[in-house]
């Protein structure tokens, strides 16, 4: 179980890592962030996207396995 947990946070970790802002493609873009809340170069204003929303769900979903089925489950 802590090995689900673990995959379910590097998972989000590498969503929220990168810019996800909209590209001309209707991809998500793949560039690193500048900061927390700072995307790439090109998305500068956009504010959420939807790989800041799936890296939420995925840290909230191993939250919530841990907080249910605690560390040594």
């Known amino acids: 179980m802590l090995l689900v947990v673990a995959l379910l946070v590097i998972g989000g970790t590498a969503l ?9 493609y209707d991809r998500p873009c793949r560039r690193t962030r500048r900061g927390l809340f700072a995307r790439c170069r ?7 996207t939807i790989t800041d929303l799936a890296g939420l769900a995925l840290f909230g979903l191993a ?4 907080a249910l089925f605690g560390p040594a489950a």
Do not use: E, K, N, Q
């Open 42 to 48: 090109d998305h500068a204003f956009t504010l959420i």
């Open 16 to 24: 929220v890592s990168r810019c996800g802002g909209p590209t001309g």
């Open 63 to 66: 939250f919530g396995m841990w």
